[in-house]
């Protein structure tokens, strides 16, 4: 398909730590800056210290509005004129949504037909267009390609971009700021990893302060393309397309910009199951009192089961996403009422 | 009964703004200092620039926390010794035994037994001895003194003492600190009312940097006690003790310590419906992704539901707790879907 637009952003240059700190100035005063949120139960239980950034208290319920308002800040005030165009199943499509909305542009996202209903609705009452497509039948980037063609507008890729990436890493950015301010050193850090643009951001900004700091990628069951492209070396792909209740999380294979940071930095990548995902909802209902989206639990899931040794750590989780229906969250409350 | 032993605090003064700032002093370290959130959404829908002060992420998921460490860490060493006393249906119940905890003292908790289980599990987990009581035959009162008796405890009372008031003050106080350095200036305060003590608190704190804020207690339907005290210039009793789903918020009366700063500084009593509760905790669900217990969320519903007029405002709403079954939360979420 020689002659389809291609669907990659403007800038496919591997980002630095200098665009972190660029990306921090241009979304002061717009996005939120997150706290630090910890738990002395918690603590106690793992006899650790626990810091645990809520993404879901982000603009748009996920840290995804942060990369999304630097990548379209960045674009010349021309381009801007023509729109910009996402494909996404929620997270993304609200922050690309809630980015387009401030500049006063046109957004056009792209949307599975059977993303969760508050995505869906949050996106249009963000004065996006949506476009829905069936997942099984339809091919979404020729339908994004097809917009683009008649829009002139600008592609904004969820992880596969500079300007992205660098935004995203604005959460580490804080979190590491916060944690060097209390005089502690950050030994472990945890990220809900779909694409990798949120993991590679985070890299760079908290390596950028504690070198040492093992940073882990945190992926579903069947979803675990980042885990098994760290361990062979090269870009691995998911076998499926859905099946998991994960769904900010079911991207098909790690993004090439994402992974020349990932592949050298992470530790490891770790996997859980939908069920420690829900459990790890509950808990953060229960003991948190944060609202969590499957997807945005696993970092928080991998800790609670034991994924790694934390004992006498210092360690960061990323709670990156809360947009969840009520009828999930119910599921994930009774399931983690029932005996195990 | 002369010979009983009076269920009130060593410390009936009335607090100043003095108080709750050696209580921010004692708390430091101690207390989550809680930050301020707001919503883009919620901002747009009023006309007003709204704070949110999520108390709900408090240590023990309550602002409760704050006046029982300032209360306990008050006394002195030999009466710690003999370990303290309280009444309460959960949240004061949960902030001392945590803070009793952190001295490694006993604290004993009077708590009536159709209190919210997650309540007395997690006052139990706080090392706390629980003793369960029926609402309907048992006086709680007689109970309490009984202990103090056996025990030479301290009794710390949920609202009427003066380091309890000037402990809930600094949730305010943090927030009023917060306003001023963002370089605004407040209007108005709702904060959710059950004995007056955290209203009172805040009105020290707050009319301390804003004197000309106008803050108003939130109460439910049916407890009113604290509305129609401020009409009528004494203190009004309720005629019922149950039969409201704010739990947190089922005082018979106004404290007496408290409402000598409350009749002179309060703007007005607002009352709202265990509706208008529950739909409040829907709302901060899907909009805040923070949880919300009914009675932590009444002046937030107070808010949503017009009680005053905040157009082109600046206004503090405190999000007093998050404590709630998640049964009762799946009520609130089903009761916000069904059409009204």
């Known amino acids: 398909m020689s002659d389809a637009i291609p669907l990659h952003s403007a800038d496919l240059k591997i980002p630095t730590i200098a665009d972190?700190?660029?990306?921090?100035?241009?979304?002061?005063?717009q996005a939120v800056r997150t706290p630090l949120i910890s738990s002395a139960d918690l603590n106690a239980r793992l006899g650790a210290r626990v810091f645990l950034k809520p993404e879901c208290l982000q603009r748009t319920g996920s840290f995804k509005f942060r990369g999304a308002y630097?990548?379209?800040?960045?674009?010349?005030?021309?381009?801007?004129?023509?729109?910009?165009?996402?494909?996404?199943?929620?997270?993304?499509?609200?922050?690309?949504?809630?980015?387009?909305?401030?500049f006063e542009m046109q957004a056009t996202i792209?949307?599975?037909?059977?993303?969760?209903?508050?995505?869906?609705?949050?996106?249009?009452?963000?004065?996006?267009?949506?476009?829905?497509?069936?997942?099984?039948?339809?091919?979404?980037?020729?339908?994004?390609?097809?917009?683009?063609?008649?829009?002139?507008?600008?592609?904004?890729?969820?992880?596969?971009?500079?300007?992205?990436?660098?935004?995203?890493?604005?959460?580490?950015?804080?979190?590491?700021?916060?944690?060097?301010?209390?005089?502690?050193?950050?030994?472990?850090v945890l990220v809900c990893t779909g694409g990798g643009g949120l993991t590679a951001g985070v890299c760079l900004s908290v390596h950028d302060r504690f070198p040492d700091a093992r940073i882990y990628s945190v992926e579903p069951e069947n979803f675990d393309d980042m885990a098994r492209s760290l361990k062979s070396g090269t870009i691995q792909f998911n076998a499926t397309t859905s099946g998991s209740l994960c769904d900010a999380l079911l991207t098909p294979s790690p993004g090439e910009t994402g992974f020349a940071i990932n592949w050298k930095r992470l530790a490891g990548g770790l996997v859980v199951s939908d069920a420690q995902a829900l459990s790890a909802v509950a808990w953060a209902f229960a003991n948190l009192k944060l609202v969590?989206?499957?997807?945005?639990?696993?970092?928080?899931?991998?800790?609670?089961s034991g994924k790694i040794d934390v004992q006498g750590r210092t360690v960061l989780v990323v709670l990156s996403g809360g947009n969840v229906d009520a009828g999930m969250f119910e599921t994930a409350l009774r399931t983690a009422e029932s005996p195990a």
């Open 292 to 304: 969590l989206e499957p997807g945005g639990a696993v970092a928080l899931a991998a800790l609670l």
């Open 70 to 102: 630097n990548a379209i800040s960045a674009m010349n005030p021309k381009a801007r004129e023509r729109g910009v165009v996402a494909c996404s199943s929620g997270n993304h499509a609200q922050g690309v949504a809630a980015a387009a909305q401030l």
């Open 110 to 188: 792209v949307m599975p037909a059977d993303a969760p209903q508050t995505k869906i609705e949050r996106t249009r009452a963000l004065g996006a267009r949506v476009v829905a497509y069936d997942r099984a039948s339809e091919d979404r980037d020729l339908i994004a390609q097809k917009v683009l063609a008649e829009t002139g507008g600008t592609f904004v890729h969820p992880y596969n971009d500079a300007f992205v990436i660098a935004g995203q890493g604005t959460a580490g950015l804080e979190a590491a700021d916060d944690i060097a301010e209390a005089g502690l050193s950050l030994d472990d």
């Open 20 to 29: 972190v700190r660029a990306a921090a100035g241009r979304i002061a005063g």
